[in-house]
């Protein structure tokens, strides 16, 4: 079992930025793909961005490249997604999630079938 915690969320405004952390427990982090997913009031949930186990392959959309960073410190147990030059589209419930059976490759071409663990949510609001 992995229980996952979300932090960081918030109101900003537009071309500002947000970093949110989420927390994970139990001693095999490093085993797990971890993505980031959000979803807007009448929209599908969408993933936002993935990454390894080891953090060497990482995946983003493309509504997000170049804004959105993903990392991990598998010491801490915790995945952030750093959001720079935030968009009223933005504006989301944002959930992280872990996957133990995701590979490298399934995280690079953005598999969003998978995840095992999720969390519960933080919103962010960017204002225009």
């Known amino acids: 079992q992995v229980q996952l915690v979300e932090s960081g969320g918030g109101l900003v405004q537009a071309g500002g930025s947000l970093r949110l952390s989420c927390a994970a427990s139990g001693r095999t982090f490093s085993r797990y793909a971890m993505g980031w997913f959000r979803q807007a009031p009448g929209k599908e949930r969408e993933l936002v961005a993935a990454i390894s186990g080891s953090g060497g392959s990482t995946y983003y959309a493309d509504s997000v490249k170049g804004r959105f960073t993903i990392s991990r410190d598998n010491a801490k147990n915790t995945v952030y997604l750093q959001m720079n030059s935030l968009k009223p589209e933005d504006t989301a419930v944002y959930s992280c999630?872990?996957?133990?059976?995701?590979?490298?490759?399934?995280?690079?071409?953005?598999?969003?079938?998978?995840?095992?663990?999720w969390g519960q949510g933080t919103q962010v609001t960017v204002s225009s």
């Open positions: 999630a872990a996957g133990h059976s995701l590979s490298s490759r399934a995280v690079v071409a953005g598999i969003t079938a998978g995840y095992d663990y």
